[in-house]
């Protein structure tokens, strides 16, 4: 076997992770689920060279994975979260993923950015949001609409000769936006692409400017550590 096999990339599935509270937006984010760690398990090590455990210490769950090496078992540990949905399951699941990431197995998603979609409505205390698409109609399938995304953009990237994404429109210069994690990240971004978006039309130019304000807004609420101006 060769363990490093256990850290490639598997199919893996989208959930929103949250709503914006100043647009119509939710964010992304790529997981797998517990059966898609015991098929690469399987793949990789083997059905009989790897088995898992769980216990108790101080009210959390454990859970560990233990793979065959040679004469002896190796194991790794690590706990988990309580879902919303059946709790005590869901914490078992969650330790056993996160006891695989101890093993390198689904460590690639967190080098996957978030996918940001269009929502029906913004994110306040008494609503609850769903993802929709270009024409309006919700999405229920979000993991299967994220993949259709994905898709057409590779294909579009591949037409383009120098096979990156043409920034064109507004949508394209929120998806740069979209990449700072900070106040300081997204003035750095702006400042790149100042002299293309005064290349837009104006109406197209106005939406990246206020698109700007609500992202800052947002990143704002975790850090205010700048205070930065958007001069395009």
Known sequence: MNLKDLKKVIPHKWRVQSFSKFKSQAACVAYIDARAV????????????????????????????????????VWKWDTGSESNIEKEKGMI?????????????????????????PANEKKTQNNHPHVVDNNGKRVWDVTKHVNKIKSSTNQQ???????????????????????????AELGEISDKIRASVKALPKAEAEKVRGYYRDFKAILEEKATDSKLTFNV
């Open 93 to 117: 699941s969650d330790s056993f993923k996160r006891a695989g990431v101890k093993w390198g197995i689904g460590r690639f998603l967190y080098d996957l950015d978030m996918v940001y979609l």
């Open 157 to 183: 990237a591949q037409r383009n000769n120098n096979g990156k994404l043409q920034t064109k429109t507004s949508a394209d210069f929120e998806i740069l936006l979209e990449k700072a994690t900070t106040v």
């Open 38 to 73: 015991m098929d690469i398990l399987d793949e990789v090590v083997g059905p009989d060279n790897w088995q898992d455990d769980y216990k108790s210490v101080d009210n959390h769950m454990l859970a560990g994975i233990g793979i065959k090496c040679g004469a002896g078992w």
